[in-house]
């Protein structure tokens, strides 16, 4: 599980911010389509989690709070839109659109674990996994590396031990953080 920096202080904050804004902002962005109104709504996001930052037990609450912020904020941006435009509908949490805000986080959270992961492994193992995404055998990936086949075989091996490692731990935070997501959206519902 990633350490946790106490948002409570500046730098544990500016930290988190960080670390996490940019998959705040692709997440609103996928909802609204618009870039300069997903800052807005990212930034919005941040100064609601840092008025009830003395609320947050550990970095995984925070996160799963703001991914709730950063989607009801969304959300009424649309509801905002639609209203504007006259096509106002009248259910804009629908199931549908729940189904989709998981499968967002979820997708968007396994990239940077993905990511993360990947540059954890050595420039050479980084280079033989990409190469092995993209479906090239290991003597293509020889040829294309100029290395021997056994050195692709052990450099991929111990790549995929090392992934195995990192993903297995990021697994259980991602797994946390979705059950989190869902009972702060379960409580908004409660209180609305």
Do not use: C
């Not at 992934?163 to 959206?185: G, P």
Request: a negative charge; charged letters at 30%.
């Amino acid at each position: 599980m990633a350490k946790w920096s106490n948002i409570n202080d500046v730098d544990g904050f500016g930290l988190f911010f960080k670390k996490t804004a940019g998959n705040i902002h692709q997440f609103i962005a996928r909802y609204v389509h618009d870039e300069a109104i997903a800052k807005d709504l990212m930034q919005d996001t941040f100064m609601k989690l840092y008025e009830r930052r003395d609320q947050f037990e550990n970095e995984i609450h925070s996160k799963a709070y703001a991914y709730t912020v950063a989607k009801n904020l969304s959300l009424d941006y649309l509801k905002h839109q639609k209203v504007k435009q006259g096509y106002f509908d009248s259910n804009p949490f629908a199931e549908e659109d729940n189904r989709n805000f998981l499968k967002d986080i979820t997708y968007i959270e396994s990239m940077a674990i993905i990511k993360n992961a990947l540059n954890q492994l050595s420039p050479r193992e980084k280079s033989i996994i990409e190469l092995s995404m993209e479906e090239m055998s290991n003597e293509e990936i020889a040829r294309e590396l100029d290395i021997s086949i056994n050195t692709v075989k052990t450099l991929k091996k111990r790549a995929y031990e090392k992934l195995r490692q990192e993903l297995s731990d990021s697994y259980s935070e991602l797994l946390i953080l979705t059950i989190l997501i869902l009972s702060f959206y379960s409580l908004s519902i409660a209180a609305a």
